[in-house]
T-cell receptor
Framework: AQKITQTQPGMFVQEKEAVTLDCTYD???????LFWYKQPSSGEMIFLIY??????QNATEGRYSLNFQKARKSANLVISASQLGDSAMYFC??????????????FGQGTTLQVKP | AAGVIQSPRHLIKEKRETATLKCYPI?????VYWYQQGPGQDPQFLIS???????DKGSIPDRFSAQQFSDYHSELNMSSLELGDSALYFC????????????FGPGTRLTVL
């Protein structure tokens, strides 16, 4: 069964510094996708970044980048130049590939990030 | 750009009542997912639809049912509500099942008293 683990319940970072949020996963499917979402206190789920298991390059979206280490089954999110507005809960999620005929996401427990001024 | 629309945004019900949550996916998206997020929890998959057919089912109670209509909007029907059903209910949509983008709506916050 697939599983997502986020081992950091809470993180602090100084404004303008970079921070890495950890995510490890477990799946037997060779084809899968990894997602990161941001959930501010208002509750909405904001899509940040996606990494496919066959992607050769690490995904980047503005200040967000995904440090994908396939052999270690990790997909850490790196946020550069943190801003106060980055304070939120961050979820890592995984979707198994087409072979499983489902697009559902399995989420990790989440990491609460606090950015200090 | 158009996003996923959910209504209502907030809902308060009494125990044993029924509730209907609605989801309007992003235009041209043919796949809808429903997730339930309890307080302090991660979202849990309930059910999904692809081209108006159920594509997968998760930990959805028998008291809940859902469907996707011809215009691709979806409704989650919840009956005999229990206190434990209080949660944030998300709908997400994508184009196809294995798409690399799954966009979430703002959620419906259901409170059962």
């Amino acid at each position: 069964a697939q599983k997502i683990t986020q081992t950091q319940p809470g993180m602090f970072v100084q404004e303008k510094e970079a921070v890495t949020l950890d995510c490890t996963y477990d799946t037997s499917d060779p084809s899968y996708g990894l997602f990161w979402y941001k959930q501010p206190s208002s509750g909405e789920m904001i899509f940040l970044i996606y990494q496919g298991s066959y992607d050769q390059q690490n995904a980047t979206e503005g200040r967000y980048s995904l440090n994908f280490q396939k052999a270690r089954k990790s997909a850490n999110l790196v946020i550069s130049a943190s801003q106060l507005g980055d304070s939120a809960m961050y979820f890592c999620a995984m979707r198994e590939g087409p072979s499983s005929n489902t697009g559902k996401l399995i989420f990790g427990q989440g990491t609460t990030l606090q950015v200090k001024p | 750009a158009a996003g996923v629309i959910q209504s209502p945004r907030h809902l308060i019900k009494e125990k044993r009542e029924t509730a209907t949550l609605k989801c309007y996916p992003i235009p041209r998206h043919d796949t809808v997912y429903w997730y339930q997020q309890g307080p302090g929890q991660d979202p849990q998959f309930l059910i999904s639809f692809y081209e108006k057919m159920q594509s997968d089912k998760g930990s959805i109670p028998d008291r809940f049912s859902a469907q996707q209509f011809s215009d691709y909007h979806s409704e989650l029907n919840m009956s005999s509500l229990e206190l434990g059903d209080s949660a944030l209910y998300f709908c997400a949509s994508s184009l196809g099942l294995a798409n690399n983008e799954q966009f979430f709506g703002p959620g419906t916050r259901l409170t059962v008293l």
